[in-house]
């Protein structure tokens, strides 16, 4: 059984910048504590969503002590990696480790194209071996439309198999059903995690065991009957739906700033731009049908 089996819901923090490009830490720090008292059972940091592979590592270690000192408990968050080079992607994970971060979230390498599946094996033995004794709480990240690079399921459960004490998840963002299925059906003692909102509430009723997700930024108690019930929400399966006609994390983050508010939330960092206004609006409004105020 994984140690992650009782994973639950985790929000993929939007990264807030401040007008000349830092991170507005303090913003998010609040964001993630009110991300956690609205029903999150963790927050991920440097994902996806959150402009990872945009965010240089002083940066990171920077938000990692805003954080410990704003008295979020480490073991609450997520530590997304992103980097191509393995050393680089096992000093990432290290620090996250040492924090004592509930789990480290690992993409492939995203440069190379087509490696083979011994080339990318290779890779992550690398990074795992690297961690020694301290490697723990791995959870494999496949995601091809953002890396191009797919972790074929040959290769999860590999790896898997050889590094039992590390793997313990896979975080499923292919948005193929079929692939999510088959994973899910192959899974043995590993916790599946979903990505795309779209096939959660079919997937936990498989097996599937939370989900890091972009919208729990907006509507954690939405994901919640989701995760926990397996209930399906065809008002959220509708704006994701909407959401992916659009460059994703601009998007989340227009509607993020439409839920507070405050605008600055809609900036990204290059080479992202922010949601055409137009656009935004007609997310804001489709976000407003779907999830009406009370």
């Not at 979230?105 to 490696?115: G, H, S, T, V």
Request: proline fraction near 6%.
């Amino acid at each position: 059984m994984s140690t992650l089996d009782t994973f639950g819901v985790s929000a993929a923090l939007t990264t807030p910048f401040a007008a000349d490009g830092t991170i507005a830490v303090a913003t998010l720090v609040a964001h993630a504590r009110s991300c956690l008292d609205r029903g999150c059972d963790s927050v991920t940091l440097f994902g996806t969503t959150g402009e990872g592979a945009s965010i240089g590592e002083a940066e990171r270690a920077a938000v990692f002590d805003a954080f410990a000192a704003g008295g979020i408990p480490a073991d609450r968050i997520v530590c997304g990696v992103a980097a191509a080079a393995w050393p680089d992607a096992a000093a990432q994970a290290r620090d996250g480790l040492a924090r004592g971060c509930r789990a480290v979230l690992i993409p492939p390498p995203f440069y190379f194209k087509n490696p083979s599946l011994d080339g990318l094996a290779a890779w992550y033995g690398a990074l795992i071996g690297a961690l020694g004794a301290d490697a723990r709480d791995v959870i494999l990240y496949h995601i091809p439309s953002v890396t191009a690079v797919p972790l074929p399921l040959e290769l999860i459960l590999r790896l898997a198999r050889d590094f039992p004490r590390a793997v313990a998840a896979v975080k499923d963002s292919g948005g193929v059903w079929a692939d999510t299925e088959a994973l899910l059906a192959a899974r043995g003692d590993l916790a599946i995690l979903v990505g795309d909102e779209r096939d959660l509430a079919r997937a936990v009723r498989l097996g599937a065991v939370g989900a890091i997700s972009g919208m729990a930024n907006l509507r954690p108690d939405r994901l919640r009957a989701m995760v926990d019930l397996g209930r399906d929400d065809p008002g959220m399966v509708e704006l994701v739906r909407a959401l992916l006609a659009h460059p994703v994390t601009p998007a989340v983050k227009a509607l993020v700033a439409h839920m507070t508010g405050d605008a600055a939330w809609g900036r990204t960092r290059p080479p992202l731009e922010a949601t055409p206004a137009i656009a935004a609006a007609a997310l804001a409004d489709l976000y407003d049908r779907v999830f009406p105020v009370a």
